[in-house]
């Protein structure tokens, strides 16, 4: 995996911390690549009508050392953007467009998440996952079905998983939990006041915490053992919207893809449940 992380990405992934004046510089940058690689930071300035020092702290903010080595590390960049052109565009008007519009930016959140990921990382997750007794799945609101998930593939390889959709009985179950069981949490923000609860409690019992979430610095991020990174395009349309399934749903994906690899029991468990439920197709 390239882990150089994309001038793109770290806008993402950065843009629900980024002040309003400097979500005007990211807007800019996502929207119009091209244009701003051939701009002074005075002239940047000017299209975002913002100040020029808050360009240079938002390059500071995504990893850059100020405007010109953004403009490198993009213009470096600039062929894939080239072959991934998106507009912001979402009307029943113009479904086309915006049926491509919607694929391209799919597919962009999952190629983006994969190439967040550590090998090394995930195969210490997959440890973890193997020496556990059980594996709690916790989640709120919204997120809550990719948890459900997540336990539901689990359970399949016999798997001791668990995931409930009401948070007195999350924290009930992290009550329970031991030293060696892994908890997945799943959040957007990261900042989840009973979700970080849930994780605080399961910790002081000694169990491990994955993170799943769009953003490393958060105070979920912080108390986890290791974070499993999403990405997120969904800025591109609405501003409301920062966390979508697709990309969490496909790390949970891979972690079960990964798992059955490893011991020929547990596709034998799969097609048992398989063969148990096909009794209800017609």
């Given at each position: 995996?390239?882990?150089?992380?994309?001038?793109?990405?770290?806008?993402?992934?950065s843009?629900?911390?980024?002040?309003d004046?400097?979500?005007?510089?990211?807007?800019y940058?996502?929207q119009?690549?091209?244009?701003?690689?051939e701009?002074s930071?005075?002239?940047?300035?000017?299209?975002?009508?913002?100040?020029?020092?808050t360009?240079?702290?938002?390059?500071?903010?995504?990893?850059?050392?100020?405007f010109?080595?953004l403009?490198?590390?993009?213009a470096?960049?600039?062929?894939?953007?080239e072959?991934?052109?998106?507009?912001?565009?979402i009307?029943?008007?113009?479904?086309?467009?915006s049926i491509?519009?919607?694929?391209v930016?799919?597919?962009?959140e999952i190629?983006?998440?994969?190439?967040?990921?550590d090998p090394?990382?995930l195969?210490?997750?997959?440890?973890?996952?193997?020496?556990?007794?059980?594996?709690?799945?916790?989640?709120m609101?919204?997120?809550?079905p990719?948890?459900?998930?997540?336990a539901?593939?689990?359970?399949?390889?016999?798997?001791?998983?668990?995931c409930?959709?009401?948070?007195e009985?999350?924290?009930?179950?992290?009550?329970?939990l031991?030293p060696?069981d892994?908890?997945f949490?799943?959040?957007?923000?990261?900042?989840?006041r009973?979700?970080?609860?849930?994780?605080?409690?399961?910790?002081?019992?000694?169990?491990?915490?994955?993170?799943i979430?769009n953003?490393?610095?958060?105070?979920l991020?912080?108390l986890?053992?290791y974070i499993?990174?999403?990405?997120?395009r969904?800025?591109?349309?609405?501003n409301?919207?920062?966390?979508?399934?697709?990309?969490?749903?496909?790390?949970?994906d891979?972690?079960?893809?990964?798992?059955?690899?490893?011991?020929?029991?547990?596709?034998?468990?799969?097609?048992?449940?398989?063969?148990?439920?096909?009794?209800?197709?017609?």
């Amino acid at each position: 995996m390239d882990n150089e992380m994309s001038v793109r990405n770290r806008i993402f992934l950065s843009y629900d911390s980024l002040y309003d004046a400097e979500k005007k510089v990211a807007d800019y940058l996502i929207q119009h690549p091209s244009e701003a690689i051939e701009m002074s930071v005075s002239e940047l300035s000017s299209h975002c009508d913002t100040s020029q020092a808050t360009i240079v702290r938002f390059c500071k903010k995504i990893g850059c050392k100020g405007f010109h080595h953004l403009k490198i590390k993009m213009a470096g960049e600039q062929q894939y953007q080239e072959d991934q052109v998106i507009s912001n565009e979402i009307s029943v008007e113009h479904m086309e467009e915006s049926i491509q519009n919607i694929m391209v930016s799919k597919v962009e959140e999952i190629k983006a998440t994969f190439q967040n990921l550590d090998p090394n990382q995930l195969k210490e997750i997959i440890q973890l996952v193997l020496d556990a007794d059980m594996i709690e799945f916790t989640a709120m609101g919204n997120t809550i079905p990719i948890a459900m998930d997540g336990a539901y593939k689990f359970k399949q390889m016999g798997f001791h998983a668990v995931c409930s959709i009401i948070w007195e009985d999350q924290e009930a179950i992290a009550r329970t939990l031991n030293p060696g069981d892994v908890v997945f949490a799943i959040s957007a923000s990261g900042a989840s006041r009973r979700l970080l609860k849930i994780v605080q409690i399961a910790k002081e019992r000694g169990a491990r915490i994955v993170a799943i979430t769009n953003h490393m610095h958060s105070p979920l991020a912080d108390l986890c053992d290791y974070i499993l990174l999403t990405a997120t395009r969904e800025h591109i349309f609405y501003n409301q919207i920062s966390f979508t399934r697709v990309a969490a749903m496909s790390l949970i994906d891979s972690l079960f893809l990964l798992l059955i690899s490893t011991k020929e029991d547990f596709f034998q468990k799969m097609a048992e449940h398989e063969e148990s439920v096909a009794e209800d197709k017609l």
